[in-house]
Structure formats: structure tokens, C-alpha cells
């Protein structure tokens, strides 16, 4: 089954430049190392899922020529994964409620930093109404699309990853265990996420990654969630193993 998958923004939190930084990949020309805040696209018969709304939501949809979306996809509460919420409201105003899927404890979060948008009475009528889905089963379907979460650690929170077909998208994740690892089984396209060269608090590193790679042995895998300090992509991507690539804004990849 076709299915595609655009990686709408690459980078970590602060993106990349980083504001104000003099670091050299942070000046370099290359459009690669330039990285919005880590979002997805993925597109299946005829269905379009985004994954996660950050900061730098508005500017992907404008770049990649988006008018219309049948479900958001949310990994964790974050505000680099959350904070452009309310640039929903072009596609709702046109499409009207938008189907939105989360656990309890993200929808929690946003209702408390977005309180605006999840009001019923008296509701400001230019604010977007989402459907919010709350899931917490190994399986749910989103307009007749079968999705899988997957449950990893993110230091010190919990963060699904999602499954659709042989196409599996996970960031910000830390540590999986082998259960959740079951659901990763035979995939076409892995993407995950991979910090730096230096092990961090809540992020793989690079040799993290490729241990988790060698465990999941999917046929193809792109690294997203990158910072400035893993250097830059013309130097890096030729040092990986085999089928093991960078991601970067805007790159399309079908199964």
C-alpha cells in the first residue's frame, strides 16, 4: 500500500539557525541545516494525517502548498510540538471540526494552555473547534485508516510514536521497551529521532539511534528531532551505515 510521508520540520525546540547563534552549522548556506521544529505529513488512500502542530506550523502548511487535512496526530504536550494550535483555524473554518487524536494527559495540557479553543459556552466564534479523540489501545482508526501508537519514553514523560502501514514516525523518544518495540516489526520507512554526537537527558544520540535501528531493522531510516551541535549534513549523512540517512524540511519519502 502506497504511502508517503513529508517531513515538514526537522529540527530541535529553538530549530535551526538557532536565534542568535554564531555556531557554524547555524551559518551555513545549505538549506539541509536549516530546520524548522519537528512535524510530519503523512498521506495514505487519499487520507492526509499531520503529526503535530509546533511553532512552525503556518509556515509548512504555506510551503508545502496544504489546503485541506483529515486528522492531526498528537506525539506529546510540548510546546514544540503544540504551540501552533491555533494556526488550525484556516482548515477549520473551511473543513469545520477537526478530528484531533491524543492521550487524557495531552489533551489536559492543551485545554489548560489553549482554555480558548475548548470553551462551550459563550465561545469566540473566530477560534477553531476541534474533535478531540482520546486514545489508549495498541490500535485506532482514523478515517478508516488503521493507526498504531507506540509508547516510548522521553526522559521523563511518556511520547507515542505512530504506525501506519509500513511507515512508522517516532520522535523525542529515549528509551522503548522490547514490547512496544514488537509493533515496529517489519517496516519499510522508520523515522526517529537523533539529537547529537553527545548523549543527552531525554534524547537518543547518534549511537543510541543505530543500536535502536539494529533492533528494529526496518529497511530504510531517516533521523529527524537534529541538532545543530550533530554538525552538518553534507559531513554527516555519508558517515552513516547503509539505508540510514538525515532527514531534512520538506524531503518526501514513499514506501
Known sequence: MKTKITILGSGTSQGIPVIGS????CLSDD???K???VSAMIETEGKRFIIDVGPDFRQQMLTNKVTEIDAVLFTHEHADHTAGLDDLRPFYFRQGDLDCYMTHRVHLALQQRF???FETVNKYPGVATLDVHEFDKDEFEVKGIRVTPVLADHGYIPVHG???NDVAYMTD???ITDKELKKLENLDILVIN???HEPHNTHLNLDEALELINKISPQRTYFTHISHHLGFHAEVEPTLPDNVYLAYDNLEITT
Open 22 to 25: 554564531t555556531h557554524p552549522v
Open 31 to 33: 538549506p539541509r541545516d
Open 35 to 37: 530546520r524548522l521544529r
Open 115 to 117: 482554555s480558548y479553543m
Open 162 to 164: 505512530f504506525r501506519i
Open 173 to 175: 523518544v529515549k528509551t
Open 194 to 196: 537523533m539529537l547529537r
